[in-house]
């Protein structure tokens, strides 16, 4: 069963979040503002924050920046996972992912049907680690920043989450790296 070890101490860390939009402004990025908020109370550090139109390029460059930055070991999308021809998250982040985290999909997907039902379809919510870096790209509204959050990540981001967590792994993120030095 799950739980939160009291013998073990909490360990912040540095989380980015990226609002990919062709029309929010830090004024009204709600889902930003959720996932800020949600990272912070739980005692992380905002380790940057940014907003990118929906471009491949420019969304790439930006997490491949945070990606490079030692400071920096979570990186939090929110928006354009859909299907129009705009949303194209996914294919700039996906390239990027040493090792895909398919298991985030089925869960944060298990968690939205209990709240949207079969809209939760429309979501291409994905997840991996580059650069020894978790990468989570989220949709865009503030109800799938909650439930990925509350749901999954801010238990899995906790050190003290039992039985396991990404927390207590991130030292040995990079080892396929190190194997071929030695």
């Not at 402004?25 to 380790?47: F, I, M, N, Q, W």
Request: a negative charge.
């Amino acid at each position: 069963m799950a739980d939160i070890s009291e013998a073990r101490r909490f360990i912040p860390l540095g989380i980015a979040v990226l609002t990919v939009s062709d029309t929010r402004k830090p004024e009204d990025d709600r889902s930003g503002d959720t996932l800020v908020g949600r990272l912070t109370e739980a005692g992380h550090r905002l380790a940057g924050r940014a907003i990118v139109p929906d471009e491949v390029a420019r969304i790439r460059a930006q997490v491949e920046a945070w990606l490079a930055d030692p400071t920096v070991d979570v990186v939090l999308t929110t928006g354009g996972t859909g299907f129009t021809g705009r949303d194209v998250t996914p294919e700039a982040l996906e390239p990027l992912f040493e090792k895909r985290m398919d298991g985030f999909s089925a869960v944060f997907h298990r968690i939205s049907y209990d709240k949207i039902g079969t809209s939760t379809l429309q979501s291409r919510a994905t997840a991996g680690v580059a650069k020894s870096t978790y990468v989570f790209v989220l949709p865009g509204s503030p109800g799938a920043c909650r439930d990925a959050w509350d749901g999954i990540l801010g238990q899995q981001l906790d050190y003290r989450h039992r039985p396991c967590n990404f927390v207590e792994i991130m030292p040995r993120l990079d080892e396929h790296l190190r194997r071929g030095a030695g």
